[in-house]
């Protein structure tokens, strides 16, 4: 991160502002969010597939049955055969989930 141009002070160029949670806007906001649920994702037995052109795509296998989330944005869609509803009740205590 570094200073917004006009509020530059002499001397102290290194200086800069740290925040704590992402604001809804900004630039650095989206590569928050995506770290957050990764990290929730991770936490829950998923995977990050280990594509560069696709970072967002988390899978988890369980005995041969396969899942997949998918994060865009806000919208994560789910696909697997088994075990949907589970995952979604786990993340549903950390954060606000509309079921479509």
């Not at 650095?28 to 795509?57: D, M, T």
């Amino acid at each position: 991160m570094s200073q917004p141009e006009g509020y530059i002070e002499a001397g102290q160029e290194q200086k800069v502002c740290k925040l704590n949670k992402a604001i809804y806007g900004l630039k650095q906001a989206a590569r928050a969010w995506h770290l957050k649920i990764g990290e929730s994702l991770i936490k829950y037995g998923f995977e990050q597939e280990q594509s560069k052109a696709n970072p967002c795509v988390f899978k988890f296998a369980n005995n041969g049955n396969p899942m997949y989330i998918i994060v865009y944005v806000d919208d994560w869609p789910i696909a697997g055969k088994e075990d949907t509803r589970k995952i979604i009740k786990e993340l549903e205590e950390e954060y606000e989930i509309l079921v479509k």
